[in-house]
């Protein structure tokens, strides 16, 4: 913005009949306005002062270390006698035993020193901790003091003729004077521990026994040894396809991480049986050519009638073989937390087959003759196999629910004595498992 450009303007907008305007004379009232220097008021540099000086009375006063103060003393009534840091220089110079001690300096200085016999007092004990119990003697103000054995006043012991000139000296320091009782006597009841020891945890009581149950699905494998011509027959139709697995869990936990585990299991083991042959059969049909006559003519003539038809087709026949079993797992384990809330369960242990029931059929002998599973040379039990489960679950003190994979291996022939084969099966798997407390 410039000079020339405001005139301008002020003369496009304003035309000179309807407004009056002095330029020149603005633009000098607007430089004077702008270099005109600002100035603070007087009330804010004495504002400042007394604040300043209001900081400067509060940080001395926080500064400067407070008094000890102690509270006043009822009669019969227990305080710990604090130790300062700061003595007296009588304190310091002489460990005062009892009252005379004290009573000397200042009756010599009045002339008048006292003769009264006390025998010295036992030291002060202590309490536990470090810490000293003190009960505080009455003041002449709000008690009487006991009658001497003599009968000649209050006092401490036996008393001549001129003990009564000690009571002025001593008045003003009786009220300061305290007697240490024995430290077995009204004491607060203190902690069953140290300072500086920690009292261990109560440790949570994890219920011991958990009963769940077990889903798990997985593919199976057969190993089966033998006469090669036979196996090679068997291999060709038979293919192992699944195994299932289900059961009833009981679990007992062996402190914070191990545990044993038994149950009883149901497991099928599935195999698919593909057989291909040709079938052979025959049909009556009625309008069947049966002859063709060639006449002399050579003209040709078709005989037909009723014959019997010989037909041969390929099928192939798809069964499946179904191996279940009963069992004991006997497994061994331990639970590792993960967090708060999660647990990595691992066991192995082995499995008995108790019982066997089978159904299908098999290649019975080298001419492929089929033989029914029931009848096959397997055992009904004695079974035995090793499995190994890792679970993942989320527990809490009531239960714990997760998923889990599996693994089996046959340790022994499934087969009894047989010539021709000898069989084993394993199985890779995964599943749910839930388990509840037993409290």
């Known amino acids: 913005m410039n000079k020339d450009w405001f005139e301008k303007n002020?003369?496009?907008?304003?035309?000179?009949?309807?407004?009056?305007?002095?330029?020149?004379a603005a633009w000098a009232a607007l430089e004077a306005r702008r270099r005109k220097?600002?100035?603070?008021?007087?009330?804010?540099?004495w504002t400042s002062a007394l604040g300043v000086?209001?900081?400067?009375?509060?940080?001395l006063a926080l500064w400067q270390p407070g008094k000890d103060e102690t509270p006043a003393q009822t009669p019969n009534s227990m305080q710990p006698a604090v130790q300062l840091t700061q003595k007296s220089p009588v304190a310091a110079s002489k460990k005062v035993t009892s009252r005379l001690d004290v009573a000397k300096p200042i009756a010599q200085q009045t002339g008048q020193e006292p003769s009264v016999a006390t025998p010295p007092p036992t030291p002060p004990p202590t309490g536990r901790g470090g810490v000293e119990y003190a009960r505080a003697l009455p003041s002449p103000e709000n008690t009487s003091r006991p009658p001497s054995p003599s009968g000649e006043g209050p006092g401490v012991g036996p008393m001549h003729a001129g003990a009564h000139h000690v009571t002025p000296a001593l008045s003003f320091l009786e009220p300061k004077i305290i007697l240490l009782e024995p430290a077995s006597q009204n004491l607060p009841e203190l902690p069953g521990f140290l300072p500086g020891e920690f009292k261990k945890r109560p440790k949570s009581k994890e219920p011991r026994w958990w009963v769940g149950g077990s889903v798990y699905y997985?593919?199976?494998s057969v190993r089966r040894d033998g006469s090669a011509e036979y196996l090679k027959i068997r291999d060709s139709e038979e293919t192992a396809l699944d195994m299932f697995q289900t059961g009833f869990d009981a679990r007992l936990r062996l402190g914070n991480r191990f545990f044993v585990q038994t149950g009883i299991y149901f497991t099928q083991w599935t195999d698919v049986r593909k057989q291909v042959f040709k079938e052979t059969f025959t049909t009556l049909d009625s309008n069947y050519l049966i002859a063709r006559l060639i006449k002399a003519d050579g003209s040709v003539e078709d005989i037909y009638g009723a014959a019997e038809?010989?037909?041969?087709?390929?099928?192939?026949e798809e069964t499946y073989n179904r191996y279940s079993h009963l069992e004991l797992p006997l497994l061994a384990g331990v639970s590792l937390p993960v967090g708060g809330r999660w647990r990595l369960d691992?066991?192995?242990?082995?499995?008995?087959g108790l019982l066997a029931v089978r159904s299908g059929s098999i290649s019975g002998d080298l001419n492929g003759a089929k033989l029914p599973l029931e009848d096959a040379p397997y055992r009904n039990g004695l079974t035995f196999s090793g499995m190994l489960r890792l679970e993942w679950m989320y527990a809490t003190q009531d239960w714990a629910a997760g998923v889990g994979i599996m693994g089996r291996?046959?340790?022994n022939d499934w087969a009894e004595t047989n010539p021709l084969f000898s069989e084993k099966r394993h199985a890779i798997g995964a599943g749910l498992v839930f388990r509840k407390a037993i409290r």
Do not use: Q
Request: proline fraction near 8%.
């Open 218 to 220: 997985g593919l199976s």
């Open 309 to 316: 038809i010989v037909h041969t087709r390929t099928v192939t």
């Open 37 to 45: 220097k600002r100035r603070r008021p007087f009330v804010f540099w």
């Open 409 to 411: 291996v046959a340790l």
């Open 10 to 24: 002020l003369r496009e907008n304003y035309p000179p009949e309807a407004h009056d305007f002095d330029a020149d």
């Open 346 to 352: 691992g066991s192995v242990g082995p499995v008995f």
């Open 53 to 59: 000086l209001l900081l400067g009375a509060a940080g």
